[in-house]
């Protein structure tokens, strides 16, 4: 199995920045897809940016130019550096990887148990 573990979040101030850093163990796909995903009380889980073992990337509209998702060199880490936080980026941000590699796992999804970010206003 593949475990997730979260960290960097904290209290920060509006404008300020913050880095998300998810270091993952455990038998390791080496075709996958790992991803940020965060989510506010009372709201659905949303999406933030992903990152592909192609290289592709892609980024929720509202953190697209202030958000920049990125792997370690050894692959097993996983970053979020987020610049310009705005109070509205407040939530538990969540780190996810999906199995890609041929296999029983195919598709797989594996999840962190989250760590928690407050942009004051």
């Known amino acids: 199995q593949v475990q997730l573990l979260e960290s960097g979040g904290g209290l920060v101030q509006a404008g300020g920045s913050l880095r998300l850093s998810c270091t993952a163990s455990?038998?390791?796909?080496?075709?996958?897809?790992m991803a940020w995903y965060r989510q506010a009380p009372g709201k659905e889980r949303e999406l933030v940016a992903s990152?592909?073992?192609?290289?592709?990337?892609n980024y929720l509209e509202s953190v697209k130019g202030r958000f920049t998702i990125s792997r370690g060199d050894t692959k097993t880490t996983l970053y979020l550096q987020m610049n310009r936080l705005r109070p509205e980026d407040t939530a538990v941000y969540y780190c996810?990887?999906?199995?890609?590699?041929?296999?029983?796992?195919?598709?797989?999804?594996?999840w962190g148990q989250g760590t928690q970010v407050t942009v004051s206003s």
């Open positions: 990152s592909h073992s192609s290289g592709w990337t």
């Open positions: 455990g038998s390791i796909a080496p075709n996958n897809q």
């Open positions: 996810n990887q999906r199995d890609l590699s041929p296999g029983p796992n195919y598709a797989k999804d594996y």
